[in-house]
C-alpha cells in the first residue's frame, strides 16, 4: 500500500499532524515535559557529581550517607549554580559574560570539564530539536558552561523563571540519584522513594538561593569538590564526573 494510499484510508496525513494547533500554555507543559524527560539528549547521566568518587573512598555506603551527601549537593548547587542561572535567565545577552565567570570559579578541572560537556551537549540539542524557536536568537559564547546556557536557553524557549530554577534542581537531582542506582547504592524503587521524600529540601534550598547574586557565589561543599576532583583517578569508573 503506498503511504499516499495509507494517509488517505486513515484520514490524516503528516502535514496535518505537524500543523495541529496547540495553546501556549499546553505548549509550554509538552516543552518542559520533554526538556526535563531522562531521554533528552543533554548527557547528563554521563555524570554523578562526585558520588562515584565518594562512593569508592567509602564515604557513601547507605541511603543515610547518600541523602547527606545530596543535602549538601543541593546546597552546593544553590551557592555555586543558581546564581549563574538566574542572572542568564534575566540577561541572556550577558551570556558571554556569565560564561566566563562561571570558567573562572569552577577551578576544579573535573566539575569544570563536566559543566562544559553538558552545557555543549544542550546547546546542541536545543538548537537541533527547537531550531523554529531559536534560530534567529544567536548567544555568543566561548565555554558553554552548563547554568548560564540553560538560564539563558530556556529564556530563549519561553519557559518562566520559577520553572526554570525547579527544572535546574530537577535535572541534578535526578541525575544523582540515577547515579546512584547504577553504583548499586540503592535500588531503583528507594531512589524514587528518596527523591520524592527530598523534595521538600530541595524546593526549601531553591527558595532559600533563588535571590542570591553573582557577589554571593560560594563553594559550600568542599569535600564534595575534592572528591569530584578525584575522578580521574580512580582504578575504574562509570562516570565521567
Not at 71 to 80: E, K, V, Y
Not at 125 to 130: D, E, S
Not at 188 to 215: F, G, H, V
Request: net charge neutral; hydrophobic share 45%; charged share 20%.
Amino acid at each position: 500500500m503506498s503511504r499516499r494510499n495509507a494517509e488517505n484510508r486513515n484520514g490524516f496525513s503528516s502535514a496535518r499532524i505537524f500543523s495541529a494547533p496547540l495553546n501556549l500554555g499546553s505548549e509550554n507543559d509538552w516543552l518542559i515535559w520533554q526538556l526535563i524527560d531522562s531521554a533528552f539528549p543533554t548527557g547528563g547521566f554521563a555524570h554523578s557529581s562526585g558520588l562515584e568518587a565518594a562512593w569508592q573512598h567509602g564515604e557513601i555506603r547507605n541511603r543515610d550517607e547518600l541523602l547527606l551527601f545530596l543535602d549538601a549537593s543541593l546546597n552546593q548547587l544553590g551557592h555555586a549554580a543558581l546564581p549563574l542561572v538566574t542572572p542568564a535567565f534575566e540577561e541572556p545577552e550577558k551570556l558571554s559574560e556569565l560564561d566566563a565567570l562561571c570558567d573562572a570559579f569552577t577551578t576544579n578541572h573535573v566539575a569544570n570539564r563536566a559543566s562544559r560537556l553538558q552545557g555543549k551537549a544542550f546547546v546542541m540539542a536545543v538548537k537541533r530539536i527547537f531550531k523554529p524557536k531559536i534560530e534567529n536568537r544567536k548567544l555568543e559564547i566561548q565555554f558553554a558552561h552548563l547554568s548560564p546556557i540553560f538560564g539563558a536557553y530556556l529564556r530563549r524557549l519561553d519557559i518562566s523563571r520559577e520553572t526554570t530554577m525547579r527544572m535546574f534542581f530537577f535535572n541534578h537531582l535526578r541525575s544523582v540519584f540515577a547515579a546512584a542506582v547504577r553504583l548499586n547504592i540503592v535500588g531503583p524503587m528507594e531512589a524514587q522513594i528518596l527523591q520524592r521524600k527530598l523534595s521538600p529540601k530541595t524546593e526549601m534550598i531553591l527558595n532559600k538561593c533563588e535571590s542570591l547574586s553573582l557577589d554571593d557565589i560560594a563553594q559550600t561543599a568542599p569535600l564534595l569538590d575534592l572528591w569530584q576532583g578525584a575522578q580521574d583517578r580512580l582504578y575504574s569508573r562509570l562516570f565521567q564526573s
